[in-house]
C-alpha cells in the first residue's frame, strides 16, 4: 500500500536542508534568525539519523535523535531567555551590534 520512500533521498534531503541551514547562520544579521538556522541544522542531522537507521534496520538513530530533540529544547529555552535579557539591555537582537563579551 504505501512505497517506503529510500534512504539515499532521505540522506540528500537532510544535505539540503542542513545547507540552507547552515547558509542562513553565516549570512544572517539577526541573533534570533541565526538561532532558527541552528535548529534547523539539528533537525537535518535528525532526518538523517533516523534514515540511516531505518536503513540499517537499527533503533541506534532514533535513539540519537531522542538526545538530540532534549538537547534542542534545552538551547531554545536558554538561548530565547539570553535574548530577552540581550534585548533588555541592547535594544537590539542584530548580532554586528551586541558587544556584551568586549572589555
Known amino acids: 500500500m504505501f512505497q517506503e ?3 539515499g533521498l532521505c540522506l540528500v534531503l537532510s544535505g539540503i536542508i542542513f545547507s540552507i541551514g547552515a547558509i542562513g547562520a553565516i ?3 539577526n541573533v534570533i534568525v ?3 538556522c541552528i535548529e534547523l541544522m539539528l533537525n537535518a542531522v535528525n532526518l538523517a539519523f533516523i534514515a540511516s537507521g531505518n536503513a540499517f534496520s537499527s533503533m541506534d538513530g532514533a535513539v ?3 538526545f538530540i530533540m532534549t538537547v534542542a529544547a534545552v538551547e531554545a529555552a536558554v538561548g530565547l ?3 530577552v535579557m540581550v ?3 541592547q535594544g537590539t537582537v542584530n548580532a554586528d ?4 563579551l568586549k572589555g
Not at 551590534?97 to 556584551?100: F, G, H, P, S, Y
Open 97 to 100: 551590534e551586541v558587544n556584551l
Open 27 to 29: 549570512t544572517r544579521r
Open 34 to 36: 541565526i538561532f532558527m
Open 5 to 7: 520512500i529510500p534512504s
Open 64 to 66: 540519537f535523535v531522542f
Open 81 to 83: 531567555a539570553i535574548f
Open 87 to 89: 534585548f533588555r539591555l
